[in-house]
């Protein structure tokens, strides 16, 4: 019988359900973790009906100006958001950059955030968001 708090410990079925057999395949706590994160950071606060505070919101962004502040307001609010969700989750690195493409006045935003939980290192999880600046 597992004791509670090993990592390996099994928490729940793997989100989407992915079957092998006839049941749903089972996942460890650090593939939980990894699925909440990336769950939680494509989900805009008020896309899930069911969880309306569920995501981070990102779409207050979109009329900001470019550039490190705007990189650093974003990055407070994934830490805000994962320790509100995923406090399981200690973040090690949070990378945000921002491209402006001149052409079509759409800037687009790579996040990289990296992760720890129970040892396990490394983990990363990028979400790509694309914001509408001006029109030509």
């Known amino acids: 019988m597992p004791l509670v708090g090993q990592v390996n410990v ?3 079925v793997s989100w989407p359900w992915e079957r092998s057999g006839s049941f749903p395949d089972i ?6 973790v990894a699925s909440n994160l ?3 950071y494509s989900t805009e606060i008020g896309e899930d ?3 309306p505070a569920f995501g981070v919101e990102f ?3 979109v009329f900001e100006t470019t550039g490190i502040i705007l990189e650093q307001m974003m990055a407070a609010e994934i830490v805000k958001r994962t320790l509100q969700w995923e406090p399981r989750a200690q973040i090690t690195s949070i990378d945000v950059k921002t491209t402006d493409e001149e052409t079509n006045g759409v800037t687009i935003v790579d996040i990289y955030v990296e992760w720890e939980f129970a040892g396990i290192k490394g983990q990363t999880i990028q979400a790509q968001r694309s914001r509408i600046t001006g029109s030509n």
Request: proline share 0%; charged share 45%.
């Open 49 to 51: 009906k069911t969880e």
């Open 38 to 40: 990336n769950r939680l």
């Open 10 to 12: 099994i928490r729940s």
């Open 27 to 32: 996942v460890r706590d650090a593939d939980v």
């Open 59 to 61: 779409l207050k962004f």
